[in-house]
Structure formats: C-alpha cells, structure tokens
C-alpha cells in the first residue's frame, strides 16, 4: 500500500515538474491574423488538404494552417490547433497550460516539444499580422506587426501528429475538426506551435512586453528559406534559421482590441473551431 501510495506521488512530481516551465515561461495571451486560405497556393505554393475555414483571428487552440514538407518534399497546408498540447489533450485533473510559442533556447529540453523538435517536424505558420502590447504610453496598448514588402508571410513553427487507431462510432465526436483519415483508417489531427528568439536589441520587437520584461519575437523566415527550413532534420542546423528579421523591413501601429470571443464556460458547436476566452490582451511572445 505505502510503495503504491509513493509511486503515484513520484508520478504526480514528475508530471509537474515537467510542466512547471510552461506556468514560468509560456503564459502569456497570443493572437495573430492566419493567412487567407485563396492565398496558400499563390503565396506559399502548398495546397491545402483538407477544405475547412478558420477564424480571422487566432487564439490560444483555434484551428489555423501550417505547412509542412509531404514524403515527396513538396509543401502541403493542414489545418491544426494552434497549441502544442491542446486543450482536449491534456490529461484530466492537469492544470491547462500554455505550448503556443517554444523558446528556441528551452525547446529541445522541454517535453511539450523535445521529442516533434528531435525528429524534424519543422513548419511554418502563415500569417497576415500578428499583435504585440506595447506600453510607451503607460499602459497596456494592442499593435499591430507585419511587413512592408508582402502581405502575408510564415514563421518558424514546430508541430505534432495526433494519431487515434480506427476510432468507434463513440470516438467520432471528440475527433478534432479537421482531421485526415490515413490509409489504415486511423484519424490523425495535428497540433503547432510558434518558436521564439530573444530580441532585446530588435528596433521594433524591443517596444513590446512590460518594461523590464525580456523581449521576445516570433522567427519570420525569409521566402528562400522556406524548403531549407522545412527538409532540415538536423536540430542543431535548424538553429541557424532562428534569426531575427531586418527591423527596417518591418512595421507596427496601435490596433485597438476586438470585444473578446465567447466565455471560457461557453462550449463550441460542432460547425465551430474551439472557442476560448483570451484574457486581457498580453504578448503574443513568451
């Protein structure tokens, strides 16, 4: 009975201490514009799978596209919930927290993201602008960022396969929307998240974060990298692409914050993506 009673504890220790990092270093709000689906082809060269529609702002779990390589090396765009570990995923009893940006610096150590890091599921995230508090006037002020020479660009992100073997008539309706039915009939759904860099010195990244905070950015690749990126299996090679981007060739402006989406409590229809309550506009950046 004792030996039962200390290996649940070292279970339960383990389990959080595995997410301690998150609580410390990922909580903060995100919020972004994703591409337009007309786009994708033109703009990224990568077809979309699955035809499904997304939210014109992204938040914490809403569904958006990412794009990764096939087995042929050629770009193809899926939909997938923009945390590492969705909330459906998370374990009862596990307090939710937060995977939607990596630390370039932690993410080959942290378990939320190790493992997809390790193996080269490297993608990029599409994205029309994505928004920063900024506090020059004292308080908390949403900005908008994006470029001066495109419309729409992609940052660097990592993502993960969710695979349910054969799922039950039961299963059907806890699938994530979304998902792809393999050759075996397995579902599979996918999950992202966005990586991160400090940016301290960046002339436009540095006006954002709470005074005394680090500043951080998310990695907007450059178009020529997109392919190199995407077919590097090597973790260590891949770091050479997390770099900052030219401040010149970058803008920012207030944009004053949307009413919020639905409550937490409030729960999806099945025609919708998962709707969460963002808090307080807080950084898109842990």
């Not at 070292?10 to 270093?25: D, G, M, N, R, T």
């Not at 699955?50 to 569904?63: A, G, M, V």
């Not at 939607?100 to 990029?124: D, H, I």
């Not at 002339?203 to 178009?223: A, C, N, T, W, Y």
């Amino acid at each position: 009975m004792y030996i039962l009673i200390a290996l649940i504890y070292k279970a339960q220790l383990i389990l959080f201490l595995s997410i301690l990092p998150h609580f410390l270093l990922s909580s903060m709000c995100v919020n972004y514009t994703p591409t337009r689906k007309e786009l994708l082809p033109s703009q990224f060269n990568a077809e979309l799978k699955i035809d499904i529609d997304w939210k014109p702002e992204t938040w914490q779990d809403y569904l958006a596209p990412f794009i990764r390589h096939n087995q042929r090396g050629e770009r193809e765009a899926l939909v997938g919930a923009y945390s590492m570990i969705p909330k459906q995923k998370i374990a009862p009893g596990v307090k939710r927290f937060s995977t939607m940006n990596a630390r370039a610096e932690t993410v080959g150590q942290l378990r939320s993201y190790a493992k997809p890091w390790r193996e080269g599921q490297l993608c990029l995230v599409p994205m029309q602008h994505f928004f920063e508090p900024n506090y020059e006037n004292g308080k908390a002020e949403r900005w908008r960022i994006g470029l001066h020479d495109m419309s729409d660009f992609a940052v660097a992100g990592l993502y993960r396969e969710w695979r349910t073997p054969q799922p039950d008539a039961s299963q059907i309706n806890d699938l994530q929307e979304g998902s792809m039915v393999d050759e075996n009939g397995d579902v599979l759904s996918f999950s992202f998240t966005q990586l991160t860099i400090n940016a301290d010195e960046h002339h436009v990244m540095r006006r954002f974060h709470k005074p005394g905070d680090e500043k951080r950015s998310l990695v907007i690749l450059h178009q020529d990298d997109y392919d190199a990126w995407l077919a590097c299996r090597n973790p260590e090679l891949a770091r050479a692409y997390l770099q900052l981007f030219p401040a010149e060739r970058m803008w920012a402006k207030p944009d004053p914050s949307k009413p919020s989406p639905t409550k937490n409590k409030a729960v999806a229809r099945k025609d919708e993506s998962p709707v969460l309550s963002p808090p307080v506009q807080g950084s898109l950046l842990d």
